[in-house]
C-alpha cells in the first residue's frame, strides 16, 4: 500500500530532551515536508526536501533540524524541545520537485507535547 | 494580513444544500491553488486543484478561481453529512512554489 508512515504518533516529552519524529514513504517521492498544525495557524512549514541531501527551511524552522540522506526517509529532529513546540505534526511528500501541479500525501500525523 | 485567508466557520448546511467555501490570498504571483479535506484527528487529504480563471468541476465538486479578485471558492454539490469536515485551502507561492496554507473552514452538514 502506497503511504507515508510516521513515528511516534504521540509522544509526550520533557524541555531539552533531544528527539526524533521519523517520517517514511514508499512512493519514490521526490519531495518531503514537515509541517506543524496549530489551532487557528493552519498548516506551517517547518523544513522541506527536493530530493536526497537537499534541505530548505520553511516558514518556522526554528528549533528543528532535519536531514534527507535516503530518499524515503525525512526524519525530524528536535535537539532541545521547548513548550511552544507542542503542535501537532505531519510529514507529507509528492512525486515532483515542485508542488506546483501535484498532490501531496500526508502521513497520519504525529502529536507532540514538551511539557 | 494573513497570505492566505478562510473563514473559520463553523459553516453549518442542510443536507442536499450547496456549501460554498471562500478563501482569499495575498500574493498576486501565485500559480497553483488546492482544495484540501481533514476531517477530525485525520490528516488533509487532496480534493481538486485549478490553475485557470474559471470553473472546475469535479463530481459534486467545483472549484472556481477568480486571479484579478485573489479569490478561490469551492462548492460542494448535494451535501452529506460525510462532507463534514474542515476544508483547507492551500496556495503555491511565487518565491520558492511551496505551498501556503490556510487555517481552514470547519463544515457541518446537517441532517
Known amino acids: 500500500e502506497a503511504q507515508v508512515t510516521q513515528n511516534p504518533r504521540y509522544l509526550i516529552t520533557v524541555t531539552g530532551k533531544k528527539l526524533t519524529v521519523t517520517c517514511s514513504q514508499n512512493m519514490n517521492h521526490e519531495y518531503m515536508s514537515w509541517y506543524r498544525q496549530d489551532p487557528g495557524l493552519g498548516l506551517r512549514q517547518i523544513y522541506y526536501s527536493m530530493n536526497v541531501e537537499v534541505t530548505d527551511k520553511g516558514d518556522v524552522p526554528e528549533g528543528y533540524k532535519v536531514s534527507r540522506k535516503e530518499k524515503r526517509n525525512f526524519p525530524l529532529i528536535l535537539e532541545s524541545p521547548s513548550p511552544n513546540q507542542t503542535s501537532l505534526y505531519f510529514c507529507?511528500?509528492?512525486?515532483?520537485?515542485?508542488?506546483?501541479?501535484?498532490?501531496?500525501?500526508f502521513g497520519p500525523g504525529t502529536r507532540l507535547t514538551v511539557l | 494580513q494573513k497570505e492566505v485567508e478562510q473563514n473559520s466557520g463553523p459553516l453549518s448546511v442542510p443536507e442536499g444544500a450547496i456549501a460554498s467555501l471562500n478563501c482569499t490570498y495575498s500574493?498576486?504571483?501565485?500559480?497553483?491553488f488546492f482544495w484540501y479535506r481533514q476531517y477530525s484527528g485525520k490528516s488533509p487529504e487532496l480534493i481538486m486543484f485549478?490553475?485557470s480563471n474559471g470553473d472546475k468541476e469535479d463530481g459534486r465538486f467545483t472549484a472556481q478561481l477568480n486571479k484579478a479578485s485573489q479569490y478561490v471558492s469551492l462548492l460542494i454539490r448535494d451535501s452529506q453529512p460525510s462532507d463534514s469536515a474542515t476544508y483547507l485551502c492551500a496556495v503555491t507561492r511565487r518565491s520558492n512554489y511551496q505551498l501556503i496554507w490556510g487555517a481552514g473552514t470547519k463544515l457541518i452538514i446537517k441532517p
Open positions: 500574493d498576486r504571483g501565485s500559480q497553483s
Open positions: 485549478i490553475y
Open positions: 507529507a511528500s509528492s512525486l515532483r520537485r515542485t508542488s506546483e501541479d501535484n498532490e501531496q500525501f
